[in-house]
């Protein structure tokens, strides 16, 4: 009984991610890419080295909801875990919001953010959930131009100072659901000292933020979205005390449980509108644009996260006979998921060269259409994508990624959140034939599809190539097809809107292979190209609805 199981270990999460180093290599000018190198290594190196074994060691460690003081007093103060407060105060002093901010690398400061962020989060228990909705509160109070909001909130949301950093929460969910916001009841009314807010916040993530953008109906205002209002909110005031807010219990959830996710309910709670008394739903577009490319990006550095303990672990474990890395049933399992995150980590990168793009003006108008289709796209592929993985990963470990002080289970029950939050795969499905029925963001997509496959020389591409190609053109033929039935096209938006983001994925994965060939990177990227396309991007089928219906029945 002398025999111990070694446990997976991590190095330099940046020296150790080859597919990270070609892809900042390719997309990043020279001067620009070693200039930041250094801290690159440096988060690499905290990712996997103090910042994974304090993740380890705090696995316990979840937010405490105290609602009462020993004398009464209604006080709803959350503790959040040790690891969350360090995570705070990296954040600030690494800028993990402020590099978008700061604009020291033009458009692409959001690649040089994102590089940042996915090196270090898959250690810092989710703490990219208020990060995200700091960063889209920062840039939808930019773009809807309030300079007194933008004035008092800016300089806190992209501080690198851990005294004056802000995170922001996003308070959209109501008992009525989180996907049709127009259903919204939070009531708003003017009292001598301003507006103020009156209602219940069903689910609102990062509940310890200082302040807050939300949605409420002016009294007067007619039903649904129009009739919504985006409002700003300072959680607590001068005196410290909560600001009409009172927290009601935490949510009891199967992953993120570090985050301090509550119900709210907010009485009387004075609040600032931030672009006039309607339009709140599109008012928040910025935002989603925002959470959404969080949201993806955080589907890659999960993946790469289980995928990084997985390979590791096959080098130690020794069955019949021989480690799991020289098995050829684990080495093909393990194969098919690397394919799925390399194309998953171009996607999510895509979305965020063309927020940057936006952000800094120099987008084209083909990559602005482009824009509207990728973000839903990366959103709910990449989120699909996780959860595979993630499950994957977890059971190749057999029964230690079943076993909680592992911290395995954890990887894959955080990663089921990416499916849900800010719009689960249905309902990004149907915001991708929002952004089609637009005009031109199909075409751009079909565009630089081509444009990418165009790159292919060697030709051990070619089949992936050919792949593509017969896959988009099946989607072209379907969506024009079904346009004559409005039913139709709604079942099948899901298969189609995933047909369309793993097709990008194999086309982006072509370009990328190609160049690594090009540039002494090795025939890897050309391999994991050659892997998604036989895992299947084509996922078009005609189904009969009458069918779904009497099985749902």
Avoid at 199 to 208: C, E, L, R, V
Wanted: proline share 4%.
């Amino acid at each position: 009984m002398s025999f111990f199981q070694e446990p997976p270990r991590l190095g330099n999460q940046y020296d150790d991610d080859a597919l990270l180093r070609g892809y900042l290599e390719r997309v990043l000018p020279k001067e620009m890419r070693t200039g930041l190198e250094d801290e690159f290594r440096e988060l690499g190196e905290l990712g996997g080295g103090p910042l994974y074994q304090f993740q380890l060691g705090d696995r316990l460690n979840e937010p405490e909801l105290k609602q009462w003081d020993a004398w009464g007093h209604r006080v709803d103060h959350i503790e959040v875990s040790p690891l969350w407060k360090e995570a705070e105060t990296l954040a600030a002093k690494r800028g993990l919001v402020a590099v978008a901010y700061e604009q020291k690398n033009g458009d692409r400061s959001r690649i040089h953010q994102f590089a940042l962020n996915y090196l270090v989060q898959p250690s810092l228990d989710v703490y990219s959930c208020p990060l995200a909705m700091t960063d889209g509160a920062a840039r939808t109070l930019l773009s809807l131009g309030n300079p007194e909001l933008v004035q008092r909130a800016l300089p806190h949301l992209t501080s690198r100072d851990p005294k004056t950093f802000w995170t922001s929460g996003q308070w959209m969910t109501e008992r009525t659901g989180g996907s049709d916001v127009g259903l919204t009841q939070t009531a708003a009314r003017q009292s001598p000292e301003g507006w103020r807010l009156y209602g219940t916040k069903w689910f609102t993530s990062a509940t310890t933020a200082q302040m807050a953008l939300t949605l409420g109906r002016p009294e007067g205002n007619g039903p649904g979205g129009k009739g919504l209002a985006i409002f700003y909110v300072e959680t607590r005031g001068a005196d410290g005390r909560l600001n009409g807010i009172q927290i009601n219990r935490l949510k009891d959830k199967l992953g993120t449980r570090k985050v301090p996710t509550a119900e709210l309910t907010l009485d009387g709670t004075l609040a600032v509108p931030v672009a006039g008394l309607t339009d709140g739903i599109r008012n928040m577009a910025w935002m989603l644009n925002v959470t959404r490319t969080w949201n993806a990006m955080g589907a890659a550095w999960s993946m790469r996260r289980a995928l990084a303990l997985a390979r590791d672990y096959a080098k130690r474990r020794v069955q019949f006979g021989a480690p799991l890395a020289e098995q050829p049933l684990h080495v093909d399992t393990l194969a098919g998921l690397e394919a799925e995150f390399h194309g998953g980590f171009l996607l999510a990168f895509r979305a965020v060269e063309l927020l940057g793009k936006m952000e800094a003006r120099t987008a084209t108008e083909e990559e602005l259409l482009l824009q509207r289709l990728v973000t839903p796209l990366a959103k709910l592929t990449t989120g699909r994508q996780v959860v595979h993985v993630t499950s994957e990963a977890v059971e190749s470990f057999g029964g230690a990624g079943y076993v909680e002080d592992t911290g395995l289970p954890r990887l894959l029950a955080d990663a089921q959140v990416l499916s849900i939050w800010e719009g689960t795969t249905n309902v990004l499905s149907l915001d991708t034939l929002r952004a089609m029925a637009k005009g031109g963001a199909l075409e751009a997509l079909y565009t630089d599809a081509e444009r990418r496959l165009g790159a292919a020389k060697d030709a051990g591409l070619r089949p992936c190539v050919a792949a593509a190609q017969d896959s988009l053109e099946k989607a072209r033929a379907w969506v024009m097809k079904a346009m004559e039935n409005p039913a139709g096209v709604e079942a099948g938006a899901r298969r189609f809107s995933l047909t369309l983001g793993r097709t990008y994925e194999l086309a982006l994965l072509v370009e990328h292979a190609q160049w690594c060939l090009d540039n002494g990177h090795g025939p890897r990227a050309m391999a994991a190209a050659r892997r998604l396309m036989r895992n299947g991007v084509d996922l078009i089928a005609d189904m009969d609805l009458d069918d779904a219906r009497l099985l749902v029945s």
